[in-house]
């Protein structure tokens, strides 16, 4: 009982560690994409207006 029980926490560890590894390059990319998206909308809500009708 005491093997299943050490190697369900190995396994576990080895889990949480994978995760990990992939979760926080995630949340990088999620944040770069968001900044930039509202950089962007910022920046189109500062450009003058191009009038084309002249």
Same mark, same amino acid.
């Given at each position: 009982?005491?093997?299943?029980? &050490? &190697?369900?926490?190995? $396994? &576990?560890?080895? $889990?949480?560690? @994978?995760? /990990?590894?992939?979760?926080? %390059? ?7 994409? @968001? @900044? #930039?998206?509202?950089? #962007? ?6 450009? %003058?207006?191009? /009038?084309?009708?002249?």
């Amino acid at each position: 009982m005491q093997m299943i029980q &050490s &190697s369900y926490r190995g $396994v &576990s560890l080895m $889990v949480d560690l @994978g995760l /990990d590894r992939i979760l926080i %390059p995630l949340a990088i990319v999620v944040g770069l994409a @968001g @900044g #930039a998206m509202i950089g #962007a909308e910022i920046a189109q809500l500062q450009a %003058p207006a191009i /009038d084309f009708m002249r």
